[in-house]
């Protein structure tokens, strides 16, 4: 039986592979596109990393694995990272090993901590150091760690402005480990199914935006590591090149939790120390502006080196979920996008909001949030989620989806940055994701018959399935690209 070979890169798009094909480069990439098949790939709503890459290895849409966003609330208004779900799912390598097919799972976002399988599984993104149990086998980190003495999981450096080029050599070496990591793995180990995923690109084009040649070194660097792991793969494999999602100018932030205050859909509590911060924000002295302040004077190190930092020190000035004044708030906004919650007695125990009210108050958010549009805004697009999820896990999503000119305005972690409810980022990121990534779909010697021009990252499930000749479970969501 002919293999399969999947490379994801995340965050990949069309618009720097399209330009340096055009400009000569990435020999190895444009060599798969002419003798398969290049296609935009549509990725979840949102475009998120979590909910994309678990449609991927489930080939279901988010209601049926119930992975949304990083982070999912409870009843209570705990949050956890959402990705424990899919532990539950059956992933396309379960289905491969209970077919008898060997499988090698490298770096595959989100699958923390790596499960038994028929094959080799190593963990990557969410990993939380290398003492941890991130490869099954167990004893394969032994191995590896031996074979590859300067192996890591992340970047060790962060972004810098002043210094943007330490962060880029940083990411073009990872890069390099990675694809070593998994040429050894392809040539020392049985397999039937590879995957392995390269995140550098997702992290070069958020930060490295305002530069495309810093993003188009990381690209070329991707083409040429790729063509190494192309070379080792037998005559008639089945090759798959694809992202979770494209990419896309960051145009700023939305404060949703802002936008509702402003609009009367939240009130927070206006009693004690919360007077002092309502004092705050209308001086100038909000998290957004101390976060600018802090940038700017670059006192950042100062300020402990984990990743939301500096964002977490500026919220310790500003408002918090724990001050919304429950009894009178009818929405608020959680998540990367700011998605709405309409916080009903049913769904969240400290819920004010009867069910028979709820419909009317989704409406006018509907309402409000179109009246975004306009000279700055172009697109506002809402959707409630029953319109575009199905399965069990919906009940518990947020009730209202929505992007603005197609998702390149993100919200942010701190609830209320700023009494605005448009701001600047609170991090230095300008670039974020998009809706249409990438897929490239070839086999190695032979000419393959694709039957769509278009694919659905559910899509891919169901291609690997057919491939190999294993029947497609009744409950996927994505169809086979193979005619
Ligand atoms: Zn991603």
Sequence with gaps: MNPVCIIGIDGATFKFIDVLIKKGKLKN???????????PLITTLPPLTPSAWSSFMTGKNPGKHGVLDFYELDNNFNYKISSFKLKKQKKLWNILSENNLNSIVYFVPFTYPPEKIKGIMVSGFLTPSLKAKFTYPVDLKEELLKKFPNYRISENTRFNRKNPDIFLNDILNLTEIHSKVMEYLIKNKDWDFFMGVFMGIDHAQHWFWYDKEKIEKVYEKVDEELGRIISNLPEGTLIIIMSDH????LKGHFYINSFLLNKGFLKLKTKGKNLLKFISYKTGLSPLRLSQIIFKLRLEKFIKKDKESIGKTASKVGFSYADIDWGKTFAFGFGYYGFLYVPDKVRFNFGKIDLKEKDKIVESLI??????????VKKVEVWRKEEIYKGSYVEKFPDLIYSIDNFSFVSSWVPFPDFNYFGPSMTEKTGDHEIEGILIISQKGRKLKINK???????????VLQFFKIDIPSDTDGSSLLT
């Design 29 to 39: 990439i444009k060599n798969l596109i002419e003798s398969g098949e290049k296609m």
């Design 246 to 249: 494209g990419f896309q100018k």
């Design 367 to 376: 309402c409000s949030l179109k009246e975004i549009e306009g000279k700055f």
């Design 453 to 463: 021009k278009r694919a659905n990252i559910m899509d891919v499930f169901p291609t």
